[in-house]
């Protein structure tokens, strides 16, 4: 990971909803996306980038990341959102329907010109690219890998499913082959991937099945449209108490192996070398435990 | 500056608040309603984001009607915004 956070869930909220957002920071979301795209009516843009605006700049969300969509450069509206929205520098900006590495170009020309009219830097805001698009899915690596400052892609199911002419079906067959090759795009590239949004927030069993399917499958978190699916999502992503304390343990003979010069060794007859360190080290990360650089770690 | 035109910004919804805005005919002055459910407590601070808003925007002759429903001091300040860029025809982003 470029750099490491936890980025779970991340929920969308509608910018023209002053109530939602005004609470983003309380729901326990990883992440809040503060939406002046497909949630706004088209003659309420306006209204919804100044109250995105005040609303970043006054109120508390506390420890939760926050995002903003804004609308395509395509659209009467991408250019204003990008001039309210880049001087607050959220923690990033997602860029909706990106189809190729000259559409990110095009952006960040602009977002650097203007931060450069503020005197901002140029590598503290991220960008957030969302595939929804079957011309995406088929770019998405050069997408992905290109650029330093994007350190997550999504996906936009919806979307995506209405470009393909297919219908979203709850085993999300149609839409397979598109997830699986944007998460191994967002894992060559280093960075989170986020799966789509589950529409039916009555179904809390699918949402079950579906978080779970998309963790296997390599999914750093999911998109949430209701606060409701929160707590699900984390339980799924939340490594178990079993898989915790194996981290640990590797993490610890790794220690002591590497300051005794052996680079690879057996834990339980099992071969122990870097990707399975990496990997239990993302799990210590994933439950907020941090080892202390001592040679003398603990048994638990 | 004078609104040119009327315009409105905002719902009707619990932590918003709707301006309505019309011009007034010149020297006119300041025309301002506010209806709000929480009127007694936070009238006062309402009535001075508004003013000073009006103020900073430098807007005489104008009937504003602002209906509130616990709107936080951010979201006044962003639906008068709205509102007064409306009726000044200053919108940016916006469908032509």
């Known amino acids: 990971m470029k750099n490491f956070k936890k980025r779970r869930t991340m929920l969308y909220i509608p910018g023209n909803n002053p109530a939602m957002i005004q609470q983003g920071g309380i729901y326990g979301a990883d992440s809040v996306l503060l939406d002046l795209e497909d949630s706004v009516a088209l003659n309420q843009k306006d209204s919804a980038r100044i109250l995105v605006r005040n609303m970043i700049k006054a109120i508390d969300f506390y420890d939760t990341e926050v995002c903003v969509r804004i609308n395509h450069l395509s659209t009467p509206f991408g250019m204003a959102d990008l001039k309210e929205i880049v001087p607050l520098q959220p923690s ?183 990707p399975v360190v990496h990997r239990a080290e993302y799990i210590l990360k994933l439950a907020n435990i941090e080892i202390p650089a001592s040679d003398s770690l603990p048994d638990y | 500056m004078r609104p040119k035109t009327t315009s409105q910004a905002g719902t009707f919804e619990s932590s918003d608040v709707i301006f309505l805005i019309e011009p007034l005919p010149q020297d006119s002055g300041r025309k301002i309603e506010l209806f709000s459910t929480v009127l007694h407590q936070y009238g006062e601070s309402f009535n001075k984001i508004v003013v000073e808003m009006l103020d900073q925007y430098e807007i005489t002759d104008i009937h504003l009607i602002a209906r509130d429903k616990g709107a936080l001091e951010p979201t006044i300040k962003a639906r008068l915004e709205t509102a007064l860029r409306r009726s000044l025809v200053m919108e940016e982003g916006i469908l032509v």
């Open chain 1, 92 to 274: 990033a900006i997602r860029y909706p329907k990106t189809e190729s590495a000259e559409d990110i170009v095009k952006l960040l020309q602009i977002i650097e010109t203007i931060e450069d009219q503020h005197g901002l830097p140029h590598n503290q805001m991220t960008i957030h690219a969302m595939i929804e698009t079957a011309m995406g899915v088929q770019n998405v690596f050069e997408i992905a890998s290109k650029f330093q400052r994007i350190d997550a892609i999504t996906v936009g199911g919806q979307d995506l499913t209405s470009d393909m002419n297919i219908i979203y079906t709850p085993d999300g067959a149609g839409i397979d082959f598109a997830r699986k090759r944007i998460v191994m795009a967002a894992k060559a590239s280093h960075i989170d991937i986020l799966d789509t949004i589950f529409p039916d927030v009555n179904d809390e069993e699918g949402l079950r099945k579906e978080t779970e399917y998309a963790k296997k499958i390599g999914f750093t978190g999911k998109a949430v449209i209701n606060p409701r699916q929160i707590d699900i999502i984390h339980e799924v992503f939340a490594p178990t108490e079993e898989e915790i304390r194996k981290a640990y343990r590797i993490v610890k003979e790794f220690r002591t192996n590497t300051a005794a010069g052996i680079g690879v060794f057996a834990i339980d007859g099992k071969m122990i070398d870097a």
